[in-house]
């Protein structure tokens, strides 16, 4: 197995163990390949959750741009859900996990087919 096989293995683990979700292992592997090297890098591989510009940043860059949502309050309010799902007091919110759950409360699994 290489490291980005090794990094799904732990995000399949925390959605699991963290999210109380079973992990569409296919959608799970598309969605970590999306992130590209951010994965692999401590800071980018992981989503502060506490920090407001990096939610927007979520928003923006995901969901909007690579999801194709229309910008709106209830993108906030799912990017919430998400993060109260994984646990606030979670230190590591790992980008794939978040986008993952994100891709899925938006059924948005056809982007990454």
Do not use: W
């Not at 999210?19 to 598309?30: E, F, I, N, R, V």
């Not at 994965?39 to 927007?56: K, N, R």
């Amino acid at each position: 197995m290489g490291k980005r096989d090794d990094l799904i293995a732990r995000y399949a683990e925390d959605l699991k163990s963290k999210c109380g979700m079973t992990p569409d292992m296919d959608l799970l592997t598309k969605v970590t390949i999306g992130c590209g090297p951010s994965i692999y890098d401590a800071d980018a591989s992981t989503v502060a959750g506490s920090q407001p510009g990096e939610l927007e940043t979520v928003k923006d860059n995901f969901l909007i741009k690579k999801l194709g949502l229309a910008d709106g309050p209830q993108l906030m309010d799912a990017i919430n859900k998400v993060m109260d799902t994984y646990g606030r007091s979670e230190r590591n919110k790992y980008r794939a996990v978040v986008y993952y759950m994100l891709t899925k409360h938006f059924g948005k699994e056809s982007v990454y087919a």
